[in-house]
């Protein structure tokens, strides 16, 4: 138990955060003050295994060092040119990130949002100029229980009533089918389908996992009836789920990725479009921007990052220890527990009620993780996470799901 004094520096903060922000979250009252790899300490001086890695922001873990000592020596020489000059950090980050994907250009943005807006535009960029799409009927398939962002044409294309509500109206142009379904996919598409949107794993909706071939299947229509497929990998890629991107366990290279969280360690957002020529092409001076896209602090965190991904074999990490910890998810036996499934360090134990008392319990019991969709559990360490500390989560677990 913290000490009196301590205890209500938590107290403070809640009472701050409550009276001063907007309540637009619903987070487990832990104030963080400070972190180191897959640990977490609160202001309390209490620590918590993190299993939930800021939404995988965080694979390389907390403050990883190397990240660190990258941000630290470009932020005394040059943080910010806007693109109006060019800087000496965004040619090898765009060189790097595309021969780290297979692809050929690279769109830097910020937020996963904003790449996700950015590839609509190329998307639909895209069928107007090569595909020859009539003026302003471009349509992009997107599936139900999507999550890619909170902007308002994004949020319009959401089938959460919850972050759609009250937001309308929507930006026209898009079609939802069914996730997991190719057939769907396939009736869906019309000569003015430009492009389908979809993420291999649903995370937000609750680390959904559509049917194995699904993917493949997806690839080849697109293909076939000259469709992009574009994979937002925000979540999922980098490692995540046992493969650098979830796309490659089917064998499918997407036409474009979408990039965000862990591309930048959790430092600082960094976010892109990773894609080919063909489609990146479509933009010329003028047709799209940020002010921060692409700035030299962001592009030097991003390439230590990845380059941290790429040293410390994280992808391997997150297979092996992630199936081995899957395994043991799997045998957590409770009544309350519907089904535990996930790929490399991404479970999610799907509950029969109410998954928040679970993890308001694990809090107390030291893990940190979050409620999705109400009734899955999201489990996702950083990928550095040692097996001795998963070994304690699994512990953990077991006495939250014991009585
Ligand atoms: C987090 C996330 C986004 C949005 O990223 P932000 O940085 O929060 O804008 C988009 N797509 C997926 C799959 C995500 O997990």
């Known amino acids: 138990m913290p000490h009196l004094a301590e205890a209500a520096v938590t107290g403070e903060m809640l009472a701050m955060e409550d009276r001063w922000g907007t309540h637009n979250y619903h987070p487990l009252p832990v104030v963080v003050a400070a972190a180191q790899g897959a640990w977490v300490y609160d202001v309390d001086g209490k620590r918590y295994l993190d299993c939930l890695s800021a939404y995988s922001a965080v694979n390389q873990g907390h403050c990883h060092p190397r990240i660190l000592r990258a941000l630290r020596e470009q932020a005394e020489r040059v943080t910010l040119t806007s693109r109006a000059y060019r800087n000496d950090q965004l040619p090898p980050f765009c060189k790097e990130l595309a021969e780290l994907c297979g692809m050929e250009a690279v769109l830097p943005m910020n937020s996963g949002a904003e790449a996700v807006e950015s590839a609509i535009k190329a998307a639909r960029r ?75 794993i649903q995370c937000e909706a609750g680390i959904l996992t559509p049917p194995a071939g699904y993917l493949a ?110 395994g043991e998810l799997g045998r957590l036996s409770h009544p309350e527990i519907i089904e535990v499934r996930g790929q490399g360090l991404l479970a999610g134990i799907e509950l029969r009620g109410p998954a928040r008392p679970y993890c308001e319990r694990l809090q107390r019991l030291g893990l940190l993780c979050k409620e999705t969709h109400d009734r899955v559990i999201r489990i996702a360490p950083p990928l550095v996470i040692g097996r001795e500390d998963l070994e304690w989560a699994v512990g953990r677990l077991r006495t939250a799901f014991s009585a």
């Not at 895209?126 to 999507?146: L, S, T």
């Open 126 to 200: 895209w069928g107007y100029m090569r595909k020859g799409i009539p003026r302003n009927q471009a349509e992009i398939v997107v599936c139900e229980n999507n999550f890619h962002g909170r902007t308002t044409t994004i949020v319009g294309f959401s089938s959460d009533a919850g972050s759609r509500e009250g937001f309308g109206p929507f930006t026209p142009g898009f079609r939802t089918i069914p996730f997991g379904s190719a057939g769907a996919l396939d009736r869906v598409i019309t000569p003015n389908t430009c492009a389908f949107l979809v993420e291999p």
């Open 217 to 326: 299947a997806a690839a080849e229509i697109c293909r076939f009836r000259g469709v992009l497929l574009i994979a937002d990998e925000i979540q999922t890629g980098l490692g995540r789920t046992g493969a650098m991107f979830a796309c490659d366990h089917e064998g499918v290279r997407p036409d474009a990725y979408v990039l965000g969280k862990a591309l930048s360690g959790g430092f600082y957002p960094v976010s892109a479009v990773v894609s080919s020529r063909d489609v990146l092409g479509v933009f010329d001076p003028g047709s799209h921007g940020s002010t921060f896209g692409g700035n030299p602090l962001g592009c030097a965190v991003a390439r230590e990052a990845l380059r941290v991904v790429q040293d410390e074999g994280l992808v391997r990490r997150s297979a092996e220890i992630g199936s081995w910890f899957l």
